[in-house]
């Protein structure tokens, strides 16, 4: 993605957010007539921000740039959350400290032996553009068998729209869907000259209307924790809690786990899965493939 895609990126970014608020949202007396835009108009935004509205318009256009002081106002304006706040500076080039990063990514050895040792727990490695750099077996036998996709397909986001297994899984699938966009669209503001997530992209928004929608919301979000409802073939309905962990090696590499508190059915039920798991074949149950790095 070039610096002009970027900017870009960005007017569309700052024109999606005004277009979720209202004048009354913001304290502005409503005006008379029937409004042409939806959500605020640029004048107003710039008003709330005290700049002129000539240098928003050409902000939005990507004409001009704004310093730091002058985007926090505007955050503050279109009420952006912490994680929409760090987009917007990122494709603002306002942070520009952050080291390039590598082409390529190898999973950490000790993630590895870590997700080795996680028996009971279903436990996975995501890299950047949330591709699966690594698994443990419960987490194979939790979503689908990792080691059957081929390595520059193996993605989270991918396979969330493109493999039915995972369609089927999420009782929920539109949120998981949408978060996964979020994150995703984060992603392209911290390398906005990834060709492989901009091919990802490409392809998906080709493929599936509801990405390109959602790809197009401009909505941002970071891996963090929560909880989701499974409905799985063997193990029944899991509610399980999922957790990410950061490497300090690595911070673009982060272990994802998925728990469930004792005495509950999905505890009992990732239990089942675990004896399931032990007795497939090696395909599904060996761990430390060389090819599960990409």
Known sequence: MSSESHRSELGDFLKARR???????VGLAA????????????EEVALLASISTDYYTRLEQG???????????IAGVLRLDGVEREYLFELAGKDATRPRRP????????????????????????????????????????????????ANHRNFVRLVFTEPT????????????????????????????????ASLVGELSVQDSDFRRWWG??????????????RHPVAGELTLDWSTLTCVADPDQQLVTYTAASDTPSHDGLSILASWSASQPPSLSRTGAPDRSA
Do not use: C
Request: glycine share 6%; proline share 6%.
């Open 63 to 73: 004409r001009r740039q704004a310093s730091r002081e002058v985007l926090d106002v």
């Open 217 to 230: 919301a401009h909505r941002v979000a970071v891996r963090g924790m929560g909880t989701k409802v499974l």
């Open 31 to 42: 005006p008379g007539g029937r409004r042409r835009v939806k959500g605020l108009r640029r």
């Open 166 to 197: 995972m369609r089927a899984l999420y009782r929920d699938w539109e949120e998981v869907a949408q978060t996964g966009v979020a994150q995703l669209r984060r992603e392209a503001a911290r390398d906005p000259k990834d060709p492989r997530l």
């Open 103 to 150: 082409a390529s990514q190898r999973v950490e050895p000790q993630l590895r032996r870590l997700i080795d040792d996680l028996t009971t727990t279903p436990a996975m490695v995501l890299g950047r553009r949330m591709d699966i750099l690594a698994w443990n077996p419960l987490a194979a036998a939790l979503f689908v068998d990792f080691s059957a996709i081929p």
């Open 19 to 25: 277009s979720d608020l209202n004048p009354a949202m």
